[in-house]
């Protein structure tokens, strides 16, 4: 066994330490720096510079926002209804927005990801989705071997579902689980029998569906140590390919439906940190190799194996082997990047169909980036992918010397050697086992956005 199938065991106290407001780095710069000066005109601009590489890949993400019900806990761009002439008019106006988009990307139109995020895709029943499905086809090429996935609800997705996304070309999806609890359950708005998982799980393998990914969050009500474990446990038993455990956020002035939770059912933040260190340490002894900070993957998997060979690549799907750099949103919300700039559509229903029925595009806002953002984001996407960054490797890209580009920013990086998160040599820096975990707050030390507390104070914290 090498070190990266070791067990980490992460001390409570640097957890404590370090838990802090921080970005994700789903992308770089972060949203909340983007502006509404970048929106349309902008993007029709940069569709037209990037049909000029006909050739090159695109990723392809379409959001569905609709669900019948909401968690309690939901942080979700998502949209209640069980009116189905909603969801007909919203896929009326998602393939209204496909059509305009591949007519500015002419002749560029290769595909080599394509995934469905929600709210919960599967809300749209087989003739909406093959709908959907027909008209991403009429207007882009999409490789053999190229990735689909979806994220699956186990309280709503069908076998008639899934044998009908198998037809279609998916190869990968995942499955929100959350926490097997009852209790933990039930005070979080989302009552879902551990069965159906199991038999979503079950068929899923017949299908022979591959990177199966299991959604687990800790922080959630009545969440104790104990009974986290005993969830930590099945979910290790059932063997998915990949987990991502994600931190709750308690925000009900924000998130209105979020006042549904007692707040005197939250675990503390000192049993959150426990839950959070109990997934690292049950999950990498189980065998499974931490991928960013909270993202995990069996040996086999071929997230792992891109980590191994630092060919991963991450954007606002998350982790993927694919390498299309650009990407394209559909949809209520969704996030595009594209010649060196991102795109996001417009969060609300109405005002999306509304855009859309316009002109047929509903970018709101954007942020086309500058040199220095470019080198930033190639440090930070390195460090949070593949755990190193090759100095060698920004003299090549950008002409720069790492030590003296950055600088003061540098002095940053001395605690996280001294408490064991990383370690420079001449070539470059590398994250060690133990630093995994605090990789947010490593890439923070590069990001040009956080000089002010009110710009950290917009975001989640890190642990
Ligand atoms: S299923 Fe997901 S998107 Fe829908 S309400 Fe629950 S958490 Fe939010």
């Known amino acids: 066994m090498n070190n990266e199938t070791t067990a980490t065991t992460v001390p409570v106290e640097l957890l404590r330490k370090y838990d802090r407001p921080g970005p994700r780095y789903t992308s770089y710069p972060t949203a909340p720096v983007w502006t509404d000066e970048v929106g349309t005109e902008a993007y029709v601009d940069a569709l037209g510079r990037a049909s000029q590489h006909p050739d090159a890949p695109l990723a392809l ?3 569905i926002p609709f669900c019948r019900k909401r968690c309690y806990y939901c942080g979700c761009n998502t949209y209640i209804t069980n009116n189905p002439a909603r969801v007909d008019d ?68 069908t076998r008639e579902q899934l044998d009908f996304l198998i037809r279609r070309g998916f190869n990968r999806v995942s499955i929100g ?94 049993v959150k940190y426990q ?39 991450r954007n606002f799907m998350g982790y993927t082997v694919q390498s299309a750099p650009e990407m394209i949103g559909f949809g209520m919300s969704s996030i595009g990047y594209v010649d060196n700039s991102f795109f ?35 440090v930070i996407t390195s460090l949070m992918c593949n755990f190193r960054l090759k100095f060698s490797e920004l003299k090549t890209r950008f002409d720069i010397v790492y030590h003296d580009y ?10 996280f050697v001294d408490d064991g998160f990383l370690v420079e040599s001449e070539t470059g820096l590398t994250i060690t086992p133990l630093g995994r975990t605090f990789v947010r707050n490593i890439a923070m030390t590069y990001d040009a956005y956080l000089k002010s507390d009110s710009k950290k104070a917009t975001f989640s914290r890190t642990i």
């Open 61 to 63: 993400y379409c959001h």
């Open 90 to 157: 919203y896929i009326t106006n998602l393939c209204r927005e496909i059509e305009r988009t591949a007519g500015l990307l002419k002749p560029r139109r290769k595909v080599n990801q394509l995934h469905f995020g929600g709210g919960t895709p599967t809300y749209v029943d087989i003739t909406g989705m093959a709908a959907i499905f027909d008209c991403l086809e009429e207007h882009f090429d999409f490789v053999q071997g190229g990735e689909r996935s979806i994220e699956l609800d186990p309280r709503v997705t």
């Open 177 to 270: 689980v959350q926490d097997f609890d009852p209790d933990v359950q039930e005070a979080s708005g989302r009552v879902q029998p551990e069965k159906t998982v199991t038999d979503m799980l079950d068929y899923c393998h017949r299908l022979n569906l591959k990177g199966i990914n299991f959604d687990l969050i800790y922080g959630l009500p009545r969440q104790t140590v104990a009974g986290f474990m005993a969830t930590l446990d099945k979910t290790i038993a059932l063997r998915p390919d990949r987990l991502a455990v994600y931190s709750f956020a308690y925000l009900p002035t924000v998130k209105s439906h979020q006042s549904r939770i007692r707040p005197e059912e939250l675990p503390s933040t000192e």
């Open 275 to 313: 839950l959070f260190a109990a997934a690292v340490e049950k999950f990498t002894a189980a065998g499974y190799r931490q991928i960013g900070m909270d993202h995990f993957a069996l040996p086999t998997d071929e997230l792992s194996l891109a980590q191994a060979d630092g060919r991963l690549h």
């Open 344 to 378: 996001q559509n417009h969060s609300k229903l109405d005002s999306y169909k509304q855009s859309v029925s316009g002109d047929g595009l509903a970018v709101f806002r954007g942020m086309r980036l500058s040199d220095d953002d470019l080198i930033r984001q190639y």
């Open 406 to 415: 950055f600088g003061d920013d540098l002095a940053g990086l001395a605690g």
